[in-house]
């Protein structure tokens, strides 16, 4: 290093602050260039930093700013002879700028370095605005406003709040963990309503159905989703008898509850989700389960049928099961049980639509029967829910968790006991909107602590997706997330007491002395969140590895898997036209070019075989409180027997749901990969999605 070095202390970056000067960040870009063109040589970038550090010590008192010492590089490494090192180093400069115009074409400085996608999702949902729609808050203020919010609770116990405050602020803005939509928006604002999750009932009159929708349209204003169990309104043509007519039926009522959402969300930050369920006996189960079949009906739910496990064997050996009227609780007609699954796996395979749900194996595991019986679930269908319950939900980022190669328990651990004190916090501060949901989400304090980024984690530990050993990692890392989770939990409550319904409850039998929250964990799909952390949604598998971001209109951006591309780099076969034919093709599972362990590591979504899909959700399942949302992707000429083999395989590995889709099965989809049928008469020759797509699949998740 220069003797020149000591005389240089700082550097002006481009918003004119000033940071200490580190020449080790001149050799490490150099580094990154000469990766990127395979002629990785130490000495050379050394000697380039050099040269640029005695240029720089020789003009002085001239300023030294970014963009100089950056001109001295491309200078220096042109005079070294690295020509190809040079055209590389421009071109991630050029890079570079375009991305700090279109952060500032969206009007907002990035304080912490992420994606123009997360800062395209921040500035659209998240980040406070002025009455003229002008952004006030940088991502980082956005952090601290949501940590202030929270750690306000420990007060109410005579805990340490800044200290809380503190915690969380480094959690956050770290990305190692990020709250459910609703508290990233409203922590700290004049609606102040936390919570992800709704589950209204819908009563058989006309004053309990309009009230639920009232309260629908109340929760939707704030961030949230809704689900309804529609089971409990008597069949189309059955008698009114106040006016001697004959009533409609649950599918009309379930068109206004969707015209309602259509509406509301039009105003929102957020689009408004619901979760339709009709119970497999009810009369009216056919017509619900091809409800969304032309495409054009409840576009703002997702629709399931619960199914008991005596439907299920029936199905499975052709038996004839009972139709019963819930008005009069009395059989009205039998049907096929055989031929009802049939029809259900047949519209799943046109439409996506319906999902299942297996009630009997969400009761097993509801922690309070003494309180209700769960009829419904939240939007997609990863939280059980009693009649008024609600539950806030948190991700935790465990790409975060991986050091040299392995899982760090220890780092993993602590982020979960911070995570579940925020999340228990999240009860105590929220404004609910309607009486009825605070008073039994107090009671009985359900939170939902899951994870994301889980294929990032299976890649950096060099294990396959669809491997026995991604199974066994996924169980033994939600394994560790569920136990370590239900001890934080537990001392939560010896400081601050149980959830008031602990007396009558599983736990309470099960032996435990204490338990905050009567459930603690949940895999929900991450959506934006997973954005702003930069990884992929859920336990997804990773959804394309090239492909270009639909970011605003008329912008689109070319994003790359950044584990692959180091995994390309480090073993020299990495070009731009490489990313280019990827973004073409849509995977690299046929691609001899790349070696072949490569390509085992990094599967997407349509790679993985159906069966894998369900057995990783059954992984995780096994160890979590709640329920797991996993989209069953298959590819556009799945057969029907494939997705009719998936909702049984389900069934029977004891998943609590099943939603699954197939490529090209819905009407303008968000996903289009080039060389797959999408429904366009001329599709793009490209893999592209939109600016808030991560791999969901299903219509609430784009």
Request: proline residues 5%; contains cysteine; hydrophobic residues 40%.
């Amino acid at each position: 290093m220069s003797p020149r070095t000591a005389t240089i202390t700082e550097i002006t970056k481009r918003d004119g602050t000033k940071e200490a000067f580190d020449p080790s960040r001149i050799t490490n870009a150099i580094r990154k260039a000469q990766e990127a063109v395979g002629q990785v040589d130490d000495a050379a970038a050394q000697a380039v930093t050099d040269a640029v550090v005695d240029e720089l010590s020789r003009r002085r008192p001239i300023e030294v700013t970014v963009e100089g010492v950056q001109d001295l590089v491309e200078k220096h490494v042109v005079q070294q002879g690295l020509l190809e090192v040079a055209k590389a180093y421009i071109l991630h400069r050029h890079l570079r700028a375009e991305v700090r115009e279109t952060k500032k074409i969206l009007g907002v400085r990035d304080d912490l370095k992420l994606t123009v996608n997360a800062v395209k999702v921040l500035e659209r949902r998240y980040l406070l605005k002025d009455p003229q729609g002008n952004v006030i808050e940088t991502p980082r203020q956005l952090m601290r406003r949501v940590a202030r919010g929270i750690a306000a609770a420990d007060r109410l116990y005579g805990e340490d709040a800044a200290a809380a405050e503190e915690s969380f602020f480094q959690m956050l803005s770290q990305l190692e963990f990020l709250p459910n939509s609703p508290t990233l928006m409203n922590a700290e604002t004049r609606l102040g309503q936390l919570a992800g999750c709704f589950v209204l009932p819908v009563g058989d009159s006309i004053v309990e159905i309009f009230g639920s929708l009232k309260m629908m349209a109340l929760i939707h204003q704030s961030g949230g989703g809704t689900g309804f169990s529609f089971s409990r309104l008597r069949p189309k043509g059955d008698i009114v008898a106040s006016t001697g007519g004959e009533a409609s039926g649950p599918i009309s009522f379930m068109g206004i509850f969707d015209a309602a959402t259509n509406v509301i969300k039009q105003g929102g930050r957020r689009r408004g989700a619901n979760m339709a369920i009709l119970r497999v006996d009810h009369p009216d189960v056919l017509e619900f389960i091809t409800s969304k079949l032309e495409g054009r009906r409840l576009r703002n739910f997702n629709i399931s049928v619960t199914a008991s496990d005596a439907f299920m064997e029936a199905a499975k050996r052709g038996e004839h099961y009972d139709l019963v009227n819930p008005r009069t609780g009395k059989p009205v007609a039998r049907m096929n049980a055989r031929h009802v699954f049939d029809l259900i796996t047949t519209s799943a395979w046109q439409c996506g639509d319906p999902g299942m749900v297996f009630i009997d194996e969400v009761n097993r595991y509801n922690p309070t029967p003494q309180a209700g019986t769960i009829e419904s679930t939240n939007p997609c269908g990863e939280q059980p829910l009693l009649p008024y319950e609600s539950c806030n939900l948190g991700s935790i980022n465990l790409r975060k968790a991986v050091s040299h190669g392995q899982i760090d328990y220890d780092k993993l651990g602590e982020i979960v006991d911070k995570a579940v004190h925020f999340l228990d916090n999240v009860i105590d501060v929220t404004r609910f909107p309607v009486p009825e949901t605070e008073r039994i989400t107090k009671a009985n304090r359900k939170i939902g602590l899951g994870v994301m980024g889980f294929a990032e984690m299976l890649v950096m530990l060099g294990v396959p997706y669809n491997s026995e050993r991604g199974l066994q990692t996924g169980e033994e890392v939600m394994r560790f997330v569920n136990e370590r989770s239900h001890q934080a939990s537990r001392q939560i409550a010896l400081r601050r007491g149980s959830f008031p319904n602990f007396g009558a409850s599983t736990w309470q039998q099960a032996g435990w002395d204490a338990m905050r929250n009567s459930t603690v964990t949940t895999v929900a799909p991450t959506g934006t969140i997973s954005i702003i952390a930069g990884v992929s949604s859920g336990i997804e598998p990773l959804f394309a590895l090239t492909f270009y971001r639909n970011i605003m209109e008329g912008t689109r951006m070319l994003e790359e898997n950044e584990l692959f591309k180091e995994a390309a780099v480090r073993r020299g076969f990495y070009s731009r036209e490489l990313a280019a034919d990827i973004a073409r093709r849509g995977s690299i599972a046929g691609m001899e070019s790349i070696p072949e362990d490569v390509r085992k590591l990094f599967v997407t979504a349509f790679d993985v075989p159906t069966s894998w899909h369900v057995r990783m959700q059954a992984a995780f399942q096994k160890h979590t409180d709640n329920a797991v949302s996993k989209t069953i992707n298959l590819p556009a000429d799945s057969s029907v027997s494939d997705v009719r083999d998936a909702y049984l395989l389900a069934w029977e590995l004891k998943c609590k749901g099943i939603t699954i889709y197939r490529y090209g099965s819905v009407a303008g989809q968000v996903l289009e990969v080039a060389g797959r049928p999408s429904g366009a008469a001329e599709p793009e020759p490209f893999t592209q999605a939109p600016a808030e797509f991560t791999g969901e699949c299903r219509e609430c998740a784009t």
